[in-house]
């Protein structure tokens, strides 16, 4: 896919902004501050509902404004689609081609992108509970279903876990209580467990290709799901409801005492090794920022088999950290094939050669020069 036009109205610094000569591979570029994230932000909130910086919509308005709105056109496989998102305090709204989507996970996946930040190393450095959401953002942008089942495992969870709080010297019925929010915690739970085993698994096969690329061949890099029951390489439902059953009656003495759920999706974790060795333990930080935008570029061949046609990538400020012969590789890796929007303080911290027939936008406080 591809985007031939945008316009904000009162996001963040702009105030009204209007762009349609895009090419395929985009520089913006402006000194700090001049809204080169809050424009790469702009799409990925279009695509997704909801920023990467933020949880909440109302920063995303401008000072002072009570509404924001982000329009693009999408040149998709079997035409353009027209996109508007509404953002007010109150709640959002999204239209398709100018008809108003009842829920918004049918306006989501209109647009696909993939966003690499220099955040996104905290994938490979950080917490389990940032592996996770990595995970759910994912596999929620392809298969919007993932969606509503880690919603209400969410849901489930919080009531077992208020349930399990109130439980000190709860009699008989605490275990009758329990065993039904056990059975629809696992009823959602192996249905998240099984989809984050598959997107690992078909992740694994590209990220492992194009961090070879990207490394010269020198680093082999492997990923593996690290869940709170039962083993890695599991995918059956079925298999998955047992053990995980069998699980929450093991811990349930342990549950009540803590007072907390111990057991499932919400537990989980993933583990990236690289050479053998792991990464978040071993790997230099050079090694761990290519394997977080390994992952990231990989995210774009898995979105392509799942729904036939390329997300569009925006990478924010993360050329200039990559040596020239790095930068080659990463542009090359989806020359033509993939519409780019690249952010960089300078045009001299861009290097590679294929960037020179790139189009160019200056930003400067919320207003854009430049284009095709
Ligand atoms: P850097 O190179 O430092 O990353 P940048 O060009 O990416 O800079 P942005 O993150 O896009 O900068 O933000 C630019 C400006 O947007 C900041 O000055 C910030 O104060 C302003 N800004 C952020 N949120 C809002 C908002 N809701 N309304 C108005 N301005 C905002
Ligand atoms: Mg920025």
Redesign the pocket.
């Known amino acids: 896919m591809y985007v031939n036009q945008l316009s904000l109205q009162h996001y963040?610094?702009y105030d009204t902004l209007s762009l349609n000569s895009f090419g395929a591979v985009n520089l913006i570029i402006?000194?700090?501050?001049?809204?080169?994230?809050?424009?790469l932000e702009a799409l990925f909130v279009l695509a997704l509902t909801k920023s990467h910086r933020t949880g909440k919509d109302k920063?995303?308005?401008?000072?002072g404004s009570d509404h924001a709105v982000v329009e693009a056109e999408v040149e998709k496989k079997y035409g353009a689609v027209r996109l508007e998102l509404r953002l007010t305090s109150q709640g959002k709204k999204a239209k398709l081609n100018g008809l108003e989507q009842r829920k918004l996970s049918d306006f989501i996946g209109a647009l696909n992108v993939v966003m690499f930040a220099p955040e996104d190393l905290e994938i490979v450095k950080g917490t389990p509970g940032v592996r996770r959401r990595f995970l759910d953002m994912e596999i929620g942008q392809v298969q919007p279903g993932y969606l509503y089942h880690l919603q209400q495992y969410q849901k489930i969870l919080v009531q077992r876990n208020n349930l399990l709080k109130q439980a000190w010297g709860a009699g008989p019925e605490l275990s009758t209580m329990l065993e039904i929010w056990n059975e629809q915690l696992a009823e959602h739970g192996v249905k998240i467990i099984k989809k984050r085993k598959q997107f690992i698994r078909k992740l694994q096969k590209w990220a492992e290709q194009i961090h070879e690329g990207i490394t010269g061949g020198g680093e082999k890099l492997k990923l593996s799901y690290l869940p709170s029951f039962g083993e890695a390489e599991e995918e059956d439902e079925a298999v998955l409801l047992q053990q995980f059953m069998i699980k929450l009656s093991q811990v349930k003495d342990q549950e009540i005492r803590r007072g907390m759920t111990l057991c499932g999706p919400h537990r989980d974790d993933v583990s990236f090794y690289i050479n053998g060795n792991e990464a978040q333990v071993y790997g230099s930080q050079g090694q761990q920022r290519t394997t977080a935008l390994s992952l990231k570029l990989a995210e774009i061949e898995l979105i392509h088999e799942e729904i036939g046609e390329y997300p569009i990538l925006l990478l924010d400020?993360v050329l200039s950290e990559l040596d020239p012969y790095r930068q080659t590789q990463l542009i090359e890796t989806f020359q033509s094939k993939v519409q780019t929007f690249i952010?960089a303080?300078g045009i001299e911290s861009i290097n590679a050669s294929r960037l020179r027939d790139a189009s160019i936008f200056h930003?400067q406080d919320g207003q854009v020069q430049g284009g095709a």
């Open positions: 963040r610094n402006g000194r700090n501050a001049q809204g080169k994230t809050n424009l920063e995303l308005l401008s000072f400020d952010t303080t930003v």
